[in-house]
């Protein structure tokens, strides 16, 4: 069977393109075929990539290179993100969901039917089940301005909590409420993934604001960070027409590290490093 995935003469649109995860599945979906534009809010460097500049923090420049792109479009892939520390707690809610969100909605109308959204959220955004009732306010949040009011109103719960997990958590909570409504009004597949930690420019920052020794803890019994790569086939498999019955989803790839929580084989708080 040829062209397996199904992206040969699509068109796929992925953020974050000029680096990490962003950056490998636009090459990926290069390779596969399809023709791909490239977002970041640096110049992305790929041969075959259309680039576009965009700041998600800013809905200005949102809404024009939302208007840049040319439609139809078969895939979007999420990837864009920032660590958390040095970047301002509200940057980060910006980039991650308010920004990312208003991106992906302001796309929906080009979007073709039985076409599919990928967000990348993290391990990082466990236990967004038990936050629904604080992150439900923000997930409903009509637009951009609505959500960074919500974020600047809630800055000290966002402080306590962490922007970069509270972010992540939001991102799990939206996919799966969103999923709905874009599926049944629009024919638009939505699912996130929820990687480990990975080898890309942002890692340096995860050791930093939190410490490597607790970073590895997150590690799954591969024992290993995975490379960008290894987070582009499942995006890429996860938006191709192949899951078309792949709706809502919350998909961890992170080396088996949530499911041996989730049945008691690692416990992450004995995990962390003792002061
Ligand atoms: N690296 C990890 O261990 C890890 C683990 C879980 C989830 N993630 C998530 O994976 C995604 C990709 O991150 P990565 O690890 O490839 O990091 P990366 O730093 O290599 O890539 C992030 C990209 O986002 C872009 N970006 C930052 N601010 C932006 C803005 N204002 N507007 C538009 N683009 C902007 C950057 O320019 C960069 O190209 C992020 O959402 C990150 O939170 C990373």
Known sequence: MQDVL?????????????????EATARLLVELGA???????RPTQIDGVASIEVDLRQPDSIQAAAHAVAG???????????PGPPFSDLDVMLVN??????????????????SAIAYVASAGGLGWQQQLGTLMPLVQA???????????ANAELIANSSSYALSKQVINAWTTWRAYDLMKDHGVRLNCINPGPTATAMMP????????????????????????????WPLVFINSPR??????????TDGGFFAALQNGQLDFSALMPKD
């Open 205 to 232: 920052y995860f050791h930093e604001a939190n410490g490597k020794a607790l970073v590895d803890a997150a590690q799954g019994p591969v024992g290993r960070y995975s490379t960008p790569e290894e987070q582009a």
């Open 6 to 22: 199904g992206y040969a003469g699509r068109r796929a649109v992925v953020t974050g393109s000029a680096s990490g995860m962003g």
């Open 142 to 152: 009509a637009g951009f301005e609505e959500g960074r009011r919500w974020c600047e």
């Open 72 to 82: 139809p479009i078969d895939a979007f892939f999420n990837c864009a993100g920032l």
């Open 243 to 252: 899951c078309s019955y792949v709706v809502g989803e919350t998909f961890f």
């Open 35 to 41: 023709t791909v534009t490239g977002l970041d809010v």
């Open 97 to 114: 969901f308010v920004g990312g969100r208003q991106l992906i909605e302001t796309l929906v109308p080009k979007m073709s039917e039985g």
